[in-house]
């Protein structure tokens, strides 16, 4: 009688994923782009405080953003009325992350050439886009305060994996029960050198300050003479 086998595929693909995202960051170091993969639950402020972001930035980099939604072309639609940057909608068909090859195509369908700076919003989810590496030169993830300041703890590898976090949606804090202390030591149990952000797309509140650590991790790629 044969007796059972066992395949760790999961692992398998995450494997060649990570393979895959050799061949994005060799494409985009030729190219000298910058390329920030962003983060957050359905509903945390990605394309709002990207739109806020992207014209505090295009002043010196020349910037492009992948939408990525599993349908609709609402939030590239967004980006493109509301900065007038190069932007392309990339849908996933159903998939809840984005995968190094998918990543990779979206790339070639925006096209590099005349970019500094790419933005990919990813897909809404705190779990299954952090196990997935998009060949991103920064990871930068949102908690929003709606979302609770436990986050951190309920779903470390998302944390773990970021670069920064900018905590949004300063402007309810008043009506939930968020603690900006309790957010930034939940973040540091999972990652103690993640940049927090604390931020408002709405006044504006800490985005010139998250600009300006763009500005200064893209800087040191792009120019790097």
């Known amino acids: 009688m044969k007796l059972m086998e066992t395949y760790l595929i999961k692992e398998d693909i995450i494997s060649r994923n990570n393979e895959k995202a050799k061949d994005v960051r060799s494409l985009l170091e030729g190219k000298g782009v910058f390329y920030i993969n962003l983060m957050s639950s359905p509903g945390a402020g990605k394309t709002t405080l990207l739109s806020k972001l992207i014209p505090l930035l295009s002043a ?26 190069r932007v392309i909608q990339m849908h996933t068909g159903g998939a809840c992350h984005i995968t190094c090859q998918m990543s990779l195509e979206a790339l070639e369908a925006l096209g590099t ?13 705190l779990v299954c886009p952090a196990e997935f590496d998009t060949g991103a030169d920064m990871n930068l993830v949102l908690l929003s305060v ?6 951190p703890l309920k779903y470390p590898l998302m944390f773990e994996v970021a670069n920064a976090v900018a905590v949004t949606k300063l402007d309810v804090a008043p009506v939930f029960d968020f603690n900006g202390d309790t957010a930034v030591g939940n973040i540091k149990k999972r990652n103690k ?33």
């Open 113 to 125: 050439d005349g970019l500094d700076l790419i933005f990919l919003e990813n897909i809404g989810n």
């Open 193 to 225: 050198n993640a940049k927090i952000f604390f931020t408002c797309a709405k006044d504006g509140a800490g985005v010139e300050e998250l600009a300006q650590y763009i500005r200064e991790q893209a800087v040191k790629k792009i120019r790097k003479d």
């Open 60 to 85: 010196e980099f020349r910037t492009g953003v992948i939408e990525a939604d599993i349908d609709s072309d609402k939030d590239a639609l967004a980006i493109e009325r509301e900065t007038g940057v």
């Open 146 to 151: 709606p979302e609770g300041d436990d986050k």
